[in-house]
């Protein structure tokens, strides 16, 4: 399951849509193999096996904290008879209520817009400390109907650099409300890979991946829920395209798509190869935040090519790999993992994509 390399692992699913992996089960597992501590960040949180796994942690006497967005907990109108179950947030509710009971340390966040991140840190302590990222909300639909990715990451500096971003959420110091100005986390080699991780707003995200593009030599390939015009990675993409230099495909979620906000038709205009993905049952939408740059660097995380995920919202990008690496054995690592990615992306427009047409 999934495609590892030293200590990277990546993640493709869900296997109920056609994908590789059981993203459920891989957020289980990493839960059940923590030992003293977890750190949780997630904006939702519903799935009742993953929180039944954060409450065996907590049986086991560990430390669990967990921020989550307060917009699944509340209501956008008074119930008349607050005191009896209700509404379509009721199941996060009780989730959180169970977690409580457990004695979960459990808080909202304090961001007035969109708390988006998706990580959780284990053991940050130990030598075995451990990160699990990527796209996937904690949620039914997150990990069975929405195609979505997961990175795990057994490395303890770069849990640390989650683990500190987690330290300054858990005060409020994050989104709009950011009084750090944190610097950039520091690049770590792990299992002789680049890994580099950010965090929006701080760190500026999309200029990050927009770097990283203009490093391709021959293609860029993704997949994406929602790519808006007011994104400079739109911009950047079709310069690439206007030279000639490089081929550029995605797969975008078809409803996204077709926004007027959206960026798809100024990429199909310049020449890209776009496909867009329909809702159609079992497949509620197409989640990722991806992206493949020369078949072995891969840009993940939580981060959507908006505007307000770079200016507002609390997101995190992972990039693994380096397009200037020179070592064959790192290169052929990267292309393993990149290779998987790739994999899905084919698999992606194969089976649900459709022509974007102007």
């Known amino acids: 399951m999934g495609v590892k390399t030293g200590n990277l692992e990546l993640y493709m699913g869900p296997s109920e849509l056609g994908a590789q992996d059981n993203l459920e089960e891989v957020i289980v597992q990493f839960i059940d193999g923590a030992r003293k501590r977890l750190d949780v960040a997630v904006q939702e949180l519903e799935s009742v096996s993953i929180a039944e796994a954060l409450i065996r942690a907590r049986q086991r006497r560990m430390v669990v904290r967990i921020v989550i967005e307060w917009d699944y907990l509340s209501v956008t109108r008074a119930i008349s008879t607050p005191f009896s179950p209700g509404g379509s947030n009721e199941p996060n509710r009780g989730i959180h209520d169970a977690l409580l009971r457990a004695n979960v340390r459990v808080h909202t966040d304090y961001n007035p817009h969109i708390f988006h991140q998706k990580f959780m840190v284990r053991d940050v302590s130990d030598d075995d400390a451990a990160v699990l990222t990527g796209s996937t909300n904690f949620t039914p639909t997150g990990v069975s109907q929405n195609l979505n990715h997961l990175v795990i990451i057994r490395n303890k500096a770069i849990a640390r650099v989650y683990w500190r971003e987690f330290k300054e959420i858990m005060q409020g110091h994050f989104g709009k409300l950011n009084e750090g100005h944190d610097p950039f986390p520091p690049e770590e080699s792990v299992s002789g890979v680049r890994v580099k991780v950010l965090f929006a707003p701080d760190h500026n995200p999309e200029m990050e991946i927009m770097k990283q593009m203009t490093k391709a030599r021959e293609r860029i390939d993704f997949a994406i829920f929602t790519f808006s015009e007011s994104s400079g990675i739109d911009d950047t993409m079709i310069a690439l395209l206007r030279s000639g230099a490089i081929k550029i495909r995605g797969a975008m979620d078809g409803p996204a798509a077709r926004q ?23 497949l509620n939408k197409l989640h990722h935040k991806l992206m493949v740059i020369d078949g072995q660097v891969i840009i993940a995380g939580s981060f959507n090519y908006t505007g ?15 397009l200037g690496e020179a070592n064959p054995a790192v290169v052929a690592k990267q292309r393993r993992l990149g290779g998987y990615a790739l994999e899905e992306i084919d698999r992606i427009i194969r089976e649900h994509g459709h022509r974007y047409e102007l």
Request: charged share 25%; hydrophobic share 45%; glycine share 8%.
């Open 260 to 282: 007027k906000w959206a960026a798809a038709r100024d990429i199909a205009a310049a020449g890209g190869e776009l496909y867009a993905v329909p809702h159609k049952a079992p």
């Open 308 to 322: 307000p995920a770079t200016r507002l919202n609390d997101e995190n990008i992972i990039i693994l790999g380096d």
